[in-house]
């Protein structure tokens, strides 16, 4: 079992940066791939990146790229996401998630169902 808490959201300006961090709980932290995603209201969940177990690759959806940076520091459970550059459609609730590995045959890693264990979100809110 894994638990995964978000924090650091909040209301920036456009233009402005957020450092959101997920604090995580189970053994299988440190070797599963991590995903970010985000809802903003009405719309679908999205994809926002991705980090391997060990942190060498990351990969980001367009809309988050050259923008936002993924890390983890395995020693603390923690994986990060860095948002800079933020923009009013940046808007959402934030969810990182947990990629145990299990096999999913035909499911993409941008694809939630990727994905084991979830967060409860963290709300963004950027200003114009």
């Known amino acids: 079992q894994v638990q995964l808490v978000e924090s650091g959201g909040g209301l920036v300006q456009a233009g402005g940066s957020l450092r959101l961090s997920c604090a995580a709980s189970?053994?299988?932290?440190?070797?599963?791939?991590m995903g970010w995603f985000r809802q903003a209201p009405g719309k679908e969940r999205e994809f926002v990146g991705r980090?391997?177990?060990?942190?060498?690759?990351?990969y980001y959806a367009d809309s988050a790229k050259g923008r936002f940076t993924i890390s983890r520091d395995n020693a603390k459970n923690t994986v990060y996401l860095q948002m800079n550059s933020l923009k009013p459609e940046d808007t959402a609730v934030y969810y990182c998630?947990?990629?145990?590995?299990?096999?999913?045959?035909?499911?993409?890693?941008?694809?939630?169902?990727?994905?084991?264990?979830w967060g409860q979100g963290t709300q963004v809110t950027v200003s114009s």
């Open positions: 189970g053994r299988t932290f440190s070797s599963g791939a």
């Open positions: 998630a947990v990629d145990t590995g299990r096999p999913r045959l035909g499911v993409p890693s941008f694809d939630g169902r990727r994905y084991d264990y």
């Open positions: 980090i391997s177990w060990s942190g060498g690759i990351t």
